[in-house]
């Protein structure tokens, strides 16, 4: 005897709006809106020196940006404000999202915290963070007796 695979909605396949409304669905779920905050991706990448913490802000403004060192914690805000004014035309589509965002880290001990740098370019922020003296790994040279 054969096994065959019960698909109880075949007959809904040929529906004309079944397509559309699938597609509606997917989108809905899959694609970002205006109703959804907007976080900047980052990478945080260590050096012997320092941490240094890269965001992608593009389209922010540097006066829209603002970074913060408080008890161990690093926190970046900003927003990226939508112009709905065109001079011709309209919009068919906006996947980009728009608005204020904030992404916070726990930062280790050893960040010296008087010399945190940041700079902001080409839609890029990088924040360089620098390692206390303390922390920075060194050499100490082992004498051997010879007893």
Do not use: C
Request: glycine letters at 6%; aromatic letters at 10%.
């Amino acid at each position: 005897m054969a096994l065959i695979k019960y698909s109880p909605f075949t007959d809904f396949e040929t529906f004309p709006g079944l397509k559309a409304f699938e597609d509606t669905m997917s989108r809905l779920f899959t694609e970002p809106t205006n109703g959804r905050p907007w976080v900047p991706p980052v990478d945080i990448m260590e050096t012997e020196n320092e941490l240094v913490v890269k965001a992608d802000v593009p389209d922010v403004k540097f006066e829209d940006i603002d970074v913060r060192m408080e008890n161990g914690t690093l926190t970046v805000r900003g927003e990226r404000k939508f112009q709905s004014k065109t001079e011709k035309g309209g919009y068919h589509r906006i996947e980009r999202a728009y608005g204020s965002f904030e992404r916070s880290f726990t930062l280790p001990d050893t960040v010296d915290a008087e010399h945190v740098k940041a700079d902001y370019k080409n839609g890029t922020l990088t924040i360089t963070l620098p390692k206390k003296e303390v922390a920075k790994p060194r050499q100490i040279k082992v004498e051997v007796s010879q007893n």
